[in-house]
């Protein structure tokens, strides 16, 4: 099992969706205990975002990451429109 690291602007983010949005807090946190089991078979990104996993919440969200080493690193989570303009 990996290790999980947040970041701190995703930290911030995922306590506010706690407070509006309970049942989304509830999947996006469900999803990041599913990618710690198995983190490599989400897909990967290509070009600059290489080295970078995503996968979608709740159709039109995305929760990027990546692994280093033993650890799952959680970058972002936003609208799929606006992740990768980032």
Known sequence: MYKIL???KLQEMLKKLYKKDK???DICMRKI???VN????YKPLRHD????????IAKSFVL????ENDTVKF???DHHDKIYKK
């Open 64 to 67: 990027i990451f990546k692994v």
């Open 75 to 77: 970058l972002d989570l």
């Open 33 to 35: 205990e599913e990618i």
């Open 23 to 25: 049942k989304r807090y």
């Open 38 to 41: 198995n983190p490599e078979q």
């Open 6 to 8: 947040i970041e701190e």
């Open 49 to 56: 975002m290489k080295n970078i996993r995503r996968v979608h």
